[in-house]
Nanobody, 128 residues
Framework: QVQLVESGGGLVQAGDSLRLSCVAS????????MGWFRQAPGKERDFVAA????????YYAVSVKGRFTISRDNAKNTVDLQMDSLQPEDTAVYYC?????????????????????WGQGTQVTVSS
């Protein structure tokens, strides 16, 4: 069955870095775009970043562009999110997601409803 398992969350201070990882199984990894979303308490689950099946293209939310980097290793079925210069407003549960139905060579999904599978999430807390 399909599984997405995130890891790497934790408590850090403002300005620190953190690297999240997601291991996927149960589907043909390269045929899926992979994305990261986040959900802060009392807020909607928001798009953070996405990456195409073979590592390109990539797409970022404005709020994280230049600070976060998404990457994938198709040999290991993993997708990572490197987060630098973290700020308190980055505090959230971070979710890994996989998209196939809405993924084409010309379109990288960036909306929650366009993703087919989800992980359970990993907590990231940034203190000021």
């Amino acid at each position: 069955q399909v599984q997405l398992v995130e890891s790497g969350g934790g408590l850090v201070q403002a300005g620190d870095s953190l690297r999240l990882s997601c291991v996927a199984s149960g589907f043909t990894f390269t045929t899926y775009a992979m994305g990261w979303f986040r959900q802060a308490p009392g807020k909607e689950r928001d798009f953070v970043a996405a990456i195409g099946g073979f590592g390109a293209p990539t797409y970022y939310a404005v709020s994280v562009k230049g600070r976060f980097t998404i990457s994938r290793d198709n040999a290991k079925n993993t997708v990572d999110l490197q987060m630098d210069s973290l700020q308190p407003e980055d505090t959230a549960v971070y979710y890994c997601a996989a998209a196939n139905r809405h993924y084409t060579v010309n379109y990288l999904p960036a909306y929650r409803d366009e993703y087919d599978y989800w992980g359970q999430g990993t907590q990231v807390t940034v203190s000021s």
